[in-house]
């Protein structure tokens, strides 16, 4: 299901497309902006903050870092984390630099 819609408080420099499946309840929100001067990727302004991968245990994540060094794709180490919720996770970047993680929730 597509679902376009203005930028909230931004409706002249953009629009953005929500992509969703309502059998796995995974919504993506894709969004364009036009106030962009073609400038690189950074968290800290236009572009990705980061996408989140959620894994069943903490034993997935050593996994999934397992199979992070095999490709050679440097990643963080496990971070536990108590707040706002428990949970832990590995970080690591994609080819143009967006940050991506795997997260075990609990």
Do not use: C
Request: proline share 4%; no cysteine.
């Amino acid at each position: 299901m597509d679902y376009k819609f203005n930028h909230l408080y931004r409706e002249r420099t953009g629009y953005g497309i929500l992509l969703l499946v309502p059998e796995s309840g995974l919504v993506i929100g894709l969004h364009t902006n036009t106030g962009n001067q073609h400038e690189g990727f950074l968290e800290a302004r236009t572009g990705l903050d980061h996408v989140s991968f959620q894994v069943g245990t903490r034993a997935d994540l050593e996994s999934w870092m397992t199979w992070l060094d095999d490709l050679g794709i440097e990643h963080t180490p496990i971070r536990d984390e108590k707040k706002p919720f428990v949970y832990s996770t590995v970080v690591f970047r994609d080819p143009d630099n967006i940050q991506l993680e795997f997260v075990a929730v609990g």
